[in-house]
């Protein structure tokens, strides 16, 4: 998984190369050909083994081979590919077109070029521009912050989850290699949008943060768990996070890794059950959050009651209680569409389309996938 380091294998490699005569593959997480490379010079492997990173970017080898490092689409093993080995297609989170090849493969080119504008980018936004832009099309992406990359920027903060960065340097790189215009800090209104030359437009505007119904949930020591991992907060010693789905367990990471005491109260049996916790990672996430130094304490089938300005009221199968000594409440429970602009009021000779999260709260898989379908239809 991407909590381990990329070659984390190699020293069993090097250790039997040591030992037989044999040639000795070196195996697990390998995709940057700079490193694999590294390992034949320094003898620790007589060859290297890609396995995902080839359903990640086929042509692997070919961009290797012709110092295009930065052009290879990259795994961030994620595992995707694993959880869907038995079916009767493999495919790839960051890759729409694995398995679908024969499929595309007379579609990468589109037929006449069109003016593509993309409302927002994030991953899905800048997926759309990226094929839209390949296959042809001029495109323009619009982004109200001042960098692409959306929720996933935040993603990639908590412990090990470092390559999410990987995919957003990728479609940066793309999308300004193949000429895509990038407006940042710009979010037109819809009479701005209806001015622009478009035969195309993407809504891609994301989400946001939903804020449960509770009594205090609007006090001054309530935040957002997307605020917390912009690492701008000074939220205390203690906190309890609600919430123990994907973005509440890992931002209790964080706030571990930190030194902080962190409760997670969750409504449901289990935490971590939401689609976007793969199974290998949530093994590795919850060893490291349930450590013995019981810095971090899981309530599961637990709801929060109240939220006082240094009290959270709980209840349980045990009954209501009272959490004191708090010093922060981090709220994780959930995201909602974020659409500024109403489709249905743009221009009616305009194609349009709502994609993404702004279609509704994604994983990254159906955030890349059903941009890329998006942007092969037009």
């Keep these: 998984t991407m909590d381990l380091e990329q070659g984390s294998l190699v020293h069993l490699a090097a250790g039997i190369k040591q030992s037989v005569d044999l040639p000795v593959f070196a195996v697990g997480g390998i995709n940057d050909p700079v490193f694999a490379d590294r390992l034949l010079v320094e003898g620790k492997a007589d060859m290297v083994a890609i396995g995902r990173a080839l359903l990640a970017d086929p042509e692997w080898p070919i961009k290797a081979q012709r110092g295009e490092s930065n052009r290879i689409r990259p795994c961030i093993y994620c595992n995707h590919c694993r959880n869907r080995i038995l079916r009767p297609k493999v495919n790839c989170a960051v890759n729409y077109e694995t398995g679908r090849e024969t499929e595309l493969g007379h579609k990468r080119n589109g037929t006449r070029s069109k003016n593509v504008i993309v409302i927002g980018g994030g991953i899905s936004g800048m997926e759309a521009a990226y094929i839209s832009a390949r296959r042809g099309h001029n495109v323009t992406v619009y982004e109200r912050t001042g960098e692409l990359g959306g929720n996933l920027l935040l993603a990639s903060i908590p412990p090990k989850r470092g390559r999410l960065l990987e995919i957003v340097k990728f479609l940066r790189n793309e999308i300004d290699r193949l000429g895509v215009e990038v407006i940042l800090e710009s979010q037109p209104s819809l009479e701005e949008i209806r001015g622009l030359k478009s035969d195309v437009v993407l809504l891609a505007t994301g989400s946001d943060q939903l804020l449960p119904d509770i009594p205090g949930i609007n006090g001054p020591n309530v935040y957002l768990a997307t605020q917390v991992l912009r690492g701008r907060l000074d939220v205390g010693k203690y906190v309890v996070v609600i919430g123990g789905g994907l973005v509440g367990l890992e931002t209790a990471d964080y706030l571990r890794e930190q030194g902080k005491g962190v409760t997670i109260i969750e ?53 209501e209680k009272m959490l004191p000594g708090i010093d922060s409440i981090v709220v994780a429970a959930g995201f909602t569409s974020y659409i500024p602009i109403e489709p249905n009021e743009l221009s009616p000779e ?10 509704k709260p994604q994983t990254l898989f159906e955030a890349i996938h059903s941009a890329a379908q998006v942007a092969y239809s037009i």
Excluded: W
């Design 267 to 319: 409504r449901l049996p289990e935490v971590g059950t939401d689609a976007q916790v793969e199974a290998i990672f949530r093994r590795y996430l919850l060893a490291r959050l349930t450590r013995t130094d019981e810095s971090v304490l899981i309530m599961t089938s637990t709801e929060v009651k109240e939220i006082g300005t240094a009290y959270v009221k709980i209840k349980n199968a045990s009954g």
């Design 350 to 359: 305009c194609e349009v389309h709502v994609i993404g999260d702004a279609a």
